[in-house]
Antibody, heavy 125, light 108 residues
Framework: QAQLQESGPGLVKPSQTLSLTCSVS??????????WNWVRQPVGKGLEWIGR???????AYNPSLRSRVTISIDTSKNQFSLKLTSVTAADTAVYYC?????????????????WGQGTLVSVSS | DIQMTQSPSSLSASVGDRVTITCRAS??????LNWYQHKAGKAPKLLIY???NLQSGVPSRFSGSGSETDFTLTISSLQSDDFATYYC??????????FGQGTKLEIK
């Protein structure tokens, strides 16, 4: 069973860049047709999808964050990463990485079946 | 963007109760609807995919139903371990996906 673990600074200054890495263990990031996602949860609020990437490097982003987000993947290290530029206090949140897998007889349903424990990133001077 | 609206936002119930949470999509999403359970400080857990399919290892007291715009998650007999926040998620307009705002299930 694959496991995911987020890592990165817990404190970022306003206007700077938030950088996080998700390390995948117990399975290859390149196997299957999984896609690898970042999701965040501001304190006291719900879950917000940030974006996703396939092992091929094909990425997609939440339109509300697209201008500030880059997700990349390093298959040799079995990791994928998030960069969010020009952060403000509104970007303070618990950040999760998650694997999306395909389900159903025809593999038509994708859902996030494995998640990291999450890491709190605070934006403050 | 497809908006997902859950109701109620919070719910108080007792062990043994039958509980239903509703999720409504702003447009038809067929049955591309997932449900998650989230406990504070823990990773969210996939319960249901494709509106009604129980994820492996999830107790059978959880069930899901619905299609297009209206969906429900039902817990047939609440256990103490079930008190958590529940989220629906649409996976219809990939690559984008959106979550409902969550339903917090509390002990009465």
């Amino acid at each position: 069973q694959a496991q995911l673990q987020e890592s990165g600074p817990g404190l970022v200054k306003p206007s700077q860049t938030l950088s996080l890495t998700c390390s995948v263990s117990g399975g290859s990031i390149s196997s299957g047709n999984n896609h690898w996602n970042w999701v965040r949860q501001p304190v006291g609020k719900g879950l917000e999808w940030i974006g996703r990437i396939y092992a091929s490097g094909s990425a997609a982003y939440n339109p509300s964050l697209r201008s500030r987000v880059t997700i990349s993947i390093d298959t040799s290290k079995n990791q994928f990463s998030l960069k969010l530029t020009s952060v403000t206090a509104a970007d303070t949140a618990v950040y999760y990485c998650a694997r999306a897998n395909w389900f159903g007889k025809l593999l038509t349903f994708d859902a996030f079946d494995i998640w990291g424990q999450g890491t709190l990133v605070s934006v403050s001077s | 963007d497809i908006q997902m609206t859950q109701s109620p936002s919070s719910l108080s119930a007792s062990v043994g109760d039958r509980v239903t949470i509703t999720c409504r999509a702003s447009q038809g999403i067929s049955n591309h609807l997932n449900w998650y359970q989230h406990k504070a400080g823990k990773a969210p857990k996939l319960l249901i995919y494709g509106a009604s399919n129980l994820q492996s290892g999830v107790p059978s007291r959880f069930s899901g139903s619905g299609s297009e715009t209206d969906f429900t998650l039902t817990i047939s007999s609440l256990q103490s371990d079930d008190f958590a926040t529940y989220y629906c998620q649409q996976s219809f307009n990939t690559p984008g996906t959106t979550f409902g705002q969550g339903t917090k299930l509390e002990i009465k």
